[in-house]
């Protein structure tokens, strides 16, 4: 048994261990490797910043927070001992809840209720409607096996004798109707079996034996005045545990259960399926599952691609610098492939991180880039091996015809999703009138409704509902500036997600452009620095002359930076670029039968 992973590498053997670390250490080292958190749906963990030494955690089976906060430890002359409490709290809008007690509903209710979450074991009381049932760690004498427990009950429930009723008569919970109802033990072993499958893998190699106790119990109830009754009911205490190393040793730690009541890791016939089938038993050699069908998903090193879709001026470059700020902060490099319908990029000069961005100009990729998609991958998959690529797609472009591209990229990527931004003031007038805008919203599997505080609350109500009836599947959130944490977006597991089908009776066939719909562009380039008050002026005039969308970096007279200008059917921001530009003055004007004689007498006066 190899507990140098578990163990402070200096440490001699016999000195004291912190116990509940040693658990704590398996599962650090254990996600080092993304096969295993792939493999297991680990999402990580948090230490309570609190009280008692106590840990949150994530998995991509359930919704909720699970949460191991030390409750005792000892030692005797056979093994070192710790337990620590087992919790779940499950989201707000989780069904489970609907099954819990009438404090973890309040709890839930509450808007400092993940705050609280995050420091639990500070608040043991409060804490206690959520707690599952315990983990125990055993540590042999001579350090040649430890072991992993679970005890949780099959049923946690409690039963109101004389029912919970509101202050107007109205029953919460009906006479001899449980309050609480929940599958415990079902709950708790989703955790457990990955943190046995961490302790198989750190210590590198699979458990030396399994054993299982159950005992009935009675199932609590409660009367009005608070007395605790027996319900009449009864539900199992079961315990589960599974040990590593010497298979002397390892029987030791498993006392009381006899020899003969264990099972080791050729009878896997005679345990519980979900002990038997899972990856406790063989996570301890990552390379070899790499063969298994089921796993290999796993040990895929394609980089996810994010499709940014969202039509003109709906804030994806604003979204996308923080998308980057994000991955920055995780020490993950996001590439970038970013498409203009003009002849000039703009959104790739106001990105961080240049050398990772691949610029497609003079076309749209779901049009006439189509083909140069790939060379892009592989250009910067070559060059950077990002984990992300972000595909920044033009405002005029049709995410449905984009995905038949995306089809043919398997081999250089997989679809994390489709994200789209969502205009609030100008999407209902769009909506009317382009079916790439309708595209964009059907197409989405997470869409940002940006650009809220610009509309009232009955707008925004109306337009969330408006999208929700064209496209039910996707994540909807509401933004301004397109602040949002991506981390609330993306780190779902990209393997679960799916590709959005074109609409029934349209697969195969080309989906609405810009070109259909009469969008074009044109650029204006300036040699001298630009009158401030002269351009206001100008693209004030732009609003009845087809200009959807202006965009550009230009000098002004008596400013130190260029200036990015962004002008979106009427309204119009300056912004400093923040370095250097040595390039001429340009703005690229984006718009359907566009009267552009403005823009020609600027460029005019300025030659």
Known sequence: ???????????????????????????????????????????????????????????????????????????????????????????????????????????????????????????????????????????????????????????????????????????????????????????????????????????????????????????????????????????????????????????????????????????????????????????????????????????????????LSGFLGSGKTTFLNQLLEYHASRDELVAIIQNEVGQTGVDGKLLEGDDSIVEMDEGCVCCTLAGNLSRGIEQLTARFSPKVIVLESTGLANPFNILREINTLRPLVRLDSITTLVDAVNAPLLLDTSDIATDQIKAADIILLNKCDLVSEQERVRLAGRIRALNARALVAETEYGAINPATLYDSDPFDRNLPEPPPGQCGHAHHTHAMEGFTSRRFAFGVPLDRDVLVQTMERLLPCGVFRLKGIVAIAGLEHAQVVQYVAGRHEFSSLGKPFDDQSFLVAIGKDMDLSPLEALQEACA
């Open 1 to 307: 048994m190899n507990l140098s992973a578990l163990l402070p590498p200096l440490r001699a053997k016999g000195q004291p261990v912190n116990t509940p670390g040693l658990l704590m250490n398996s599962l650090l080292a254990a996600s080092r490797h993304d096969e295993f958190m792939r493999l297991v749906g680990w999402k990580g963990m948090a230490v309570c910043s609190r009280a008692n030494l106590a840990w949150t955690m994530r998995l991509r089976s359930r919704p909720g927070i699970y949460g191991l906060g030390a409750e005792a430890g000892g030692q005797d002359q056979d093994m070192r001992t710790a337990v620590l409490g087992l919790y779940y709290f499950p989201a707000a809008d989780e069904a489970l809840l609907e099954r819990m007690s009438l404090a973890a509903h309040l709890a839930t209710a509450q808007p400092d209720y993940l705050d609280r979450v995050r420091a639990f074991s500070a608040a043991p009381d409060w804490a206690a409607p959520f707690r599952l049932g315990a983990a125990r760690i055993l540590f042999h004498r001579d350090e040649s096996a430890m072991a992993l427990q679970l005890r949780a009950f099959d049923r946690k429930a409690c039963i109101a004798m004389d029912g919970v009723a509101t202050d107007s008569g109205d029953w919460l919970v009906a006479p001899g109707e449980p309050e609480e109802d929940i599958p415990a033990q079902d709950i708790a072993m989703d955790l457990f079996l990955v943190l046995c499958a961490a302790m198989s893998n750190s210590l590198g190699e699979r458990p030396a034996r399994y054993g299982r106790e159950e005992a009935p119990s009675a199932i609590p109830g409660y009367t009005r005045d608070g007395r605790r009754v027996h319900s009449g009911g009864h539900c199992a205490d079961i315990t589960h545990s599974l040990a590593w190393g010497d298979d002397a040793a390892a029987c030791e730690l498993l006392l009381p259960l006899r020899r003969e009541d264990t099972r080791t890791p050729d009878q896997t016939g005679d345990m519980p399926h979900a002990i038997a089938s899972a990856l406790l038993w063989k996570i301890h050699d990552l390379p070899s599952l790499r063969t298994e069908e089921e796993c290999a998903f796993a040990f895929d090193t394609r980089p996810r691609l994010i499709v």
